[in-house]
């Protein structure tokens, strides 16, 4: 996902740029580029690698004018050059585009555009929009939107597309076609971004445009049109998060503020959940209890971190409500001719709301009948608009690529659903859902006490920042750990790591094993199978692995295995994963920053993933 600023108004629009391109970096940071409109011209300053790159070749460089677009790149379609860094522009050099998704028809149009006359310089499907406006604004008496309109009629795939025109110094257009794009105005300036971060400053009431919406941005003032060219009525969204959220507030890196930040997120996803004493209040869901009652079957579907999540979900919810549940990576869901019906429950999981095959999947769910419940973090997103309730989580604004308090907001947002679900459904004493509540009431305190180990964690870090793969094993909600602490792992180390059902060790995965690897067993959570987890860890023992244990105090059984050992407190063994979480994320923190990485900003990864 690219990240993409534009803005109009009285002040300098470089400035502005620049600004909302660093709150944006983190969707993409293989090159990066600003386009500026100013006396009938359009200047262009692009370079590869990251931000600062750009602004160091920008150096004392002017660029004035009050109108203009940035644009940060996650590299698709071209290699991360100078050449193929955005925005484009098109022969005449009066047009200028910048765009985050793929232009599935790009070739076609090239060879098209190339038969004209046109002369396209870069690899990128980006640029032949550039070269459609010209076309079009040189055939026909329109204006911007107007020739932005008729060139999105020719285009297949999903995009958002940000334009200007030296023509036009006082307008931004902006449309979108299933990836995201966001349009505020406010006094004196209009602002256009790919995310959140970058308006806060300037706006809190945005308009997330809709799929086929195209928005005409002027100072002071927006339009929304349908792709048809009518014109729609503006909804605005109220944007909570504050600006100091989007902000590093002294900490070295955005992922180790995020980190920190769990415990609060987790207090503000359950607040208003949990406000009636000993019940789960869910204002979000207006099912009757009879409708809920009628439910047979719950499918979960997301991807990455999110499926780790849902899997971990999965235990809660079929032990609470006594309901199968189904686990899908939402990448596959469609394609395996699913079987739903109205009594299939979908939930949807996906911090941003723009993630790609997510969204492909709860529409398919929908036409098959069933309802579906989105957990999204992001007020506004498409998710919102395509599900039937919607679980807000309340983690604020998460920078780093790699996601941490969302996942633990995601984690507490679904075991409140399954509390619910249990709740209404009376599959669960109300005793036990108190007692429950009170062990999630809890957990805030608990993460607190994690985050203090965190000098312990970053010593053992040093010590194995050198391996070149690591073993995770777990059984139960502890193999859904292991997975996610590789994957933590693998995005901000790129060390080798595997996520194992601990049960599964003989039947390959020991083979991996050898003198020096290091084994992360969680040992918290399994009281029925803790004998067979310290078997697991004998094992690979006895074969010279260095075996890394997450357990709960005072277990010197663990303690006498364990060439490293981390302590989480306890808690019930459906939520340990909350804990357990928390210590591999420090663990995969430390060792990126031990060698040198930055685990915000890690190779080849971007924040959401809004193609297929």
């Known amino acids: 996902m690219c990240g993409i600023v534009g803005y109009v108004g009285g002040d300098e629009a470089l400035p502005v740029l620049l600004d909302g391109m660093r709150k944006l970096e983190y969707r993409g940071y293989d090159s990066a580029g600003v386009a500026v409109v100013a006396d009938g011209d359009i200047g262009v300053v692009r370079k590869a690698g990251h931000l600062q790159a750009l602004v160091d070749e920008l150096g004392a460089t002017s660029l004035p004018g009050s109108l203009g677009i ?5 590299a698709t ?5 100078d050449l193929n860094a955005h925005p484009h522009r098109d022969c005449s050099g009066k047009v200028a585009v910048v765009h985050n998704g793929i232009i599935e028809n790009h070739d076609s149009i090239r060879a098209g555009l190339r038969s004209q ?7 990128t499907d980006t640029e032949v929009v550039a070269h459609l406006i010209e076309s079009i604004l040189a055939a026909e008496s329109c ?9 999105i009629e020719k285009l297949e795939g999903a995009f958002a597309l940000v334009c200007v025109a030296a023509g036009e110094p006082d307008c931004i257009v902006a449309a979108r076609q299933e990836a995201p794009i966001i349009v505020g105005a406010a006094d004196g300036m209009g602002i256009v971004a790919s995310g959140i971060p970058a308006l806060l400053a300037y706006t809190r009431n945005v308009t997330p445009l809709d799929d086929r919406q195209i928005a005409e941005v002027r100072a002071g003032s927006v339009r929304i049109f349908d792709f048809e060219g009518r014109e729609q009525s503006v909804e605005t969204v109220m944007v909570e998060w504050s600006l100091d959220a989007a902000e590093k507030g002294g900490y070295e890196d955005f992922m180790l503020k995020e980190i920190f930040e769990q415990p609060a997120a987790l207090r503000d996803t359950m607040r208003e959940r949990f406000r009636s004493l000993g019940k789960v209040t869910l204002d979000e869901v207006h099912w009757s209890t009879e409708e809920l009652a009628r439910i047979t079957k719950i499918v979960v579907v997301a991807c990455g971190t999110s499926y780790h999540a849902g899997m971990m979900a999965k235990h809660s919810i079929e032990h609470w409500t006594r309901i199968p549940v189904e686990l899908d990576l939402a990448s596959e869901f469609r394609y395996r001719d699913p079987v739903l019906d109205e009594h299939s429950l979908v939930i949807g999981i996906a911090q941003s709301g723009e993630t790609a095959d997510t969204l492909a999947a709860i529409r398919f ?6 309802k579906v419940v989105a957990v999204t973090n992001v007020v506004g997103s498409s998710i919102t608009r395509d599900a039937d309730a919607i679980l807000f989580t309340h983690a604020g604004p998460e920078i780093a690529v790699a996601g941490t308090k969302t996942f633990l907001a995601q984690l507490a947002a679904l075991n409140i659903l399954a509390l619910y679900l249990a709740q209404e459904r009376g599959s669960m004493p109300p005793a036990k859902i108190a007692e429950t509540i009170d062990a999630m009431r809890a957990l805030p305190e608990q993460v607190d006490e994690v985050l203090a180990a965190q000098g312990e964690i970053n010593r053992a870090a040093k010590r194995y920042a050198g391996a070149r793969d690591f073993l995770y094993i777990g059984r139960g909600v502890g193999m859904t750990v292991a997975m996610e602490g590789a994957l933590k792992l693998k995005e901000i180390s790129y060390i080798h790591a595997e996520g194992y059902a601990a049960g599964e060790l003989k039947h390959g995965a020991i083979a991996l094993v050898e003198p020096g690897v290091p084994v992360v067993a969680i040992l918290t959570g399994v009281s029925p199978l803790y004998d067979k987890m310290l078997a697991n860890v004998e094992e690979v023992r006895a074969r010279g692995a260095e075996t890394i244990l997450v357990a709960h105090p005072g277990d010197e059984r663990a303690r006498s295995l364990a060439n490293e050992l981390f302590e989480v407190p306890i808690t019930k063994p459906l939520l340990t994963p ?5 210590t591999l994320q420090l663990l995969a923190y430390f060792i990126a920053k031990e060698k040198g990485l930055s685990p915000d900003k890690p190779r080849n990864l971007a924040k959401s993933v809004t193609v297929e």
């Open 70 to 74: 940035g644009h940060t790149r996650w």
């Open 77 to 81: 379609h071209g290699a991360p050059t």
């Open 117 to 123: 006359g046109h002369k396209l310089t870069s690899d």
């Open 143 to 151: 204006s911007l939107r107007e020739a932005v309109q008729g060139a």
């Open 365 to 370: 769910a929908r036409r098959m009948g069933a």
């Open 578 to 582: 909350v804990l357990d979480t928390v």
